[in-house]
């Protein structure tokens, strides 16, 4: 594997593919044609401070266009993003959905960090935090291609700006915003394998100074095996004013209705295991943005309701008479102001309030007077930070330093530093090096709930050492990326056995080592390729993290027909550690056509695994072999 590795390398270099994951369109409604070409000038937006240039950024981030995501013709954000993005890899079980509690995927990990369920990787919508109030963790299956304008992923810790969660990474989804007057309605249906269907349909409006956004899905399929079903309700609305072009503001909510099942695993199958879930997300924001300062001031609230059957295996004599039930909210508030005091300055500072919890309750529908309330908690934190950007050399040269002191009730206080170079030698190249810290805060589930529970639980740290290297050939379509991590971490929380029962300890620790490669090339104005390549070298091995990450996808336009084909290899991902490692190396093909038949009107065809390989994510959960779905877009 080594020496695939070393032989990836040089063909991108041989070939210089373009650096695609750092692909940014300031308008995502906007069609684009295959060779665009990158300019480090770029802006990303890093989601608790103004929009920035992709030169100055010390992180690494990847962006995955509005385009992108159109061309995939999926509802789920997550798969898109786990090819797109190097180091990110996002755990699977089946067809559609990802389910929750036992048996349930939407892991996510960043360079190896991230944990199971996902608490080390946060998830953004717009900025705010998304994790469950109780759980600390976020649900996978709320995530949709239908409300996304871009996705900005930060591939490595964050948490001078982020906070706790943020330790391996940051996934933040940037919603639609109507740009220009008058209105547009959209829908897209599609069905396939295993009576898989989803429906979409959106629009949106603007005039003068106010705009509009929404949609409506509905997904549901009946899964690959018996008792997989799965079945879900999306709703968003977005509704926005820009008072003067210095100030705008906007509110948006989302609502997520999940029906799933978990069969279990091959050799022990469960029946009745089914879960209900609710989750919700409401939000505003007050911005502003003048030539010398910027910021915003933002308020958001996520709610939810667990309805889940523990279910039982057809050859027990043990039917569980209880069922569990929660509710869980967070609510949080920021606000930060940037200011440039002098020339090539730029000097940001925020402050961040949450809180955060719920109640868990062990219901017994037949017998009422033996409910239980499991935990029923709320915690608050607090944080404030101060970063400072500062450009020489005819900004060629960017110095860039943060620091965080973020306070949690029980945890205490927690400073955070962070220290990035950034050097532009030309407009097309950038090298980088970032020293950052990240950690997490133990989730109320690891403090109170369940039998591994733990009180005195500490907060998991570690410490991120990083360079990378962007260099754009634009003149010829060509761009390349590369990236080298070095990741050392402990007080990593685990279960162990101790004095004959599960327990949550501070005992782990975290080494990773790996490098990241990142490429495009525009071969004509018809043919794009783009390929990523990730290598993941873990001292301490995690299930959910593969040590080979490889894709190369090739995008053919003609006339009105637009092919699409992408090949991914996983090597050596882990699916168990304990008693002994158990591995998988597979590749996966997938396609997509989509043909315009009127001007409002495309028909498209995508498959997905059309090699048929067998394989698992999540042991004993083998993944669907080949399927197929055929659909229809309208946009008017």
């Not at 889940?308 to 967070?330: E, K, L, V």
């Not at 190369?552 to 336009?557: E, F, K, M, P, S």
Request: hydrophobic content about 35%; proline content about 4%; overall charge negative.
């Amino acid at each position: 594997m080594r020496i695939f590795t070393l032989l990836f390398f040089f063909i991108c270099i041989l070939l210089s593919p373009l650096y695609s994951s750092v692909r940014y369109f300031i308008d995502s409604d906007e069609s684009y044609s295959l060779n665009d070409t990158i300019i480090l000038d770029d802006i990303v937006v890093t989601g608790t401070m103004p929009k920035v240039n992709l030169r100055n950024v010390p992180m690494s981030i990847s962006v995955v266009s509005g385009n992108k995501i159109t061309q995939r013709l999926q509802p789920s954000l997550l798969p898109l993003l786990a090819e797109e993005v190097p180091g990110l890899f996002i755990s699977q079980r089946g067809v559609m959905g990802y389910g929750v509690a036992a048996g349930a995927a939407g892991g996510m990990s960043i360079r190896g960090i991230g944990g199971s369920p996902t608490s080390g990787v946060l998830v953004l919508i717009d900025g705010h935090p998304q994790y469950m109030g109780l759980m600390g963790h976020p649900l996978a299956d709320s995530y949709q291609s239908m409300m996304t304008e871009r996705v900005e992923v930060v591939r490595g810790p964050a948490s001078v700006l982020y906070g706790s969660n943020a330790m391996g990474g940051v996934i933040n989804i940037i919603t639609r915003k109507q740009e220009s007057d008058g209105s547009h309605k959209s829908a897209q249906f599609s069905y396939g394998s295993y009576n898989t269907l989803s429906a979409e349909l959106s629009g949106g409006f603007r005039k003068s100074q106010f705009y509009t956004n929404g949609s409506l899905s509905y997904n549901h399929s009946d899964g690959h095996r018996e008792n997989m079903d799965f079945e879900q309700f999306n709703s968003y609305i977005k509704a926005g004013y820009d008072f003067t072009d210095n100030w705008n503001s906007f509110i948006d909510v989302n609502l997520s209705k999940s029906l799933s099942s978990n069969p279990g695993t091959v050799t022990s199958p469960i029946i009745d295991n089914d879960a209900d879930i609710l989750r919700g997300v409401a939000s505003a924001s007050l911005e502003n943005n003048y030539d010398n300062t910027s910021g915003a001031v933002k308020l958001f609230y996520n709610f939810g309701t667990h309805n889940i059957n523990d279910g039982y295996n057809d050859y027990s004599s043990f039917i569980p008479d209880y069922r569990f039930r929660s509710n869980d909210q967070m609510f949080g508030a920021s606000a930060y102001q940037s200011f440039s005091f002098f020339e090539g300055n730029k000097t940001t500072a925020g402050i961040d309030l949450q809180r955060f919890g719920g109640e868990a309750i062990t219901k017994f529908p037949n017998e009422p007077a033996r409910d239980s309330t499991q935990v029923d908690i709320h915690l608050n934190n607090v944080a404030v930070y101060l970063n400072v950007q500062q450009t020489v050399m005819d900004e060629r040269l960017t110095f860039n330093a943060g620091i965080r002191l973020d306070h949690h009730e029980l945890n205490g206080s927690e400073w955070v530093p962070q220290l990035g170079l950034s050097f532009t030698p030309t407009s097309y190249t950038s090298i980088k090096g970032i020293l950052s810290k990240g950690f997490r805060n133990p989730t109320i589930r690891e403090l109170y709930m369940f039998p591994p529970r733990n009180a005195d639980l500490k907060a998991e740290r570690l410490m991120n050492y990083e360079i990378s290297l962007l260099q754009m050939l634009p003149e010829i379509g060509i761009s390349l990326g590369i990236n080298l991590f070095y990741i050392k971490g402990d007080n990593i929380i685990q279960t162990q056995i101790v004095e004959g029962r599960p327990l949550n300890v501070n005992s782990g620790e975290v080494e990773n080592r790996g490098f990241e490669l990142t490429a495009n090339y525009n071969i004509s104005e018809e043919l794009g390729l783009s390929a990523n390549y990730s290598l993941l070298d873990m001292t301490y091995k995690i299930i959910g993290a593969p040590e080979h990450k490889f894709y190369v996808n090739a995008n053919y336009n003609i006339g009105n027909w637009e092919i699409s084909s992408g090949v991914q290899y996983l090597g050596n991902l882990y699916t168990a550690v304990r008693p002994e490692p158990v591995t998988e190396n597979v590749w996966l093909w997938n396609a997509r056509v989509n043909y315009k038949a009127l001007e409002w009107l495309n028909i498209f065809v995508r498959g997905e695994n059309l090699l048929g390989e067998k394989y698992e994510i999540n042991i004993g959960y083998p993944m669907p072999g080949a399927t197929v779905f055929a659909g229809i877009g309208i946009d008017l």
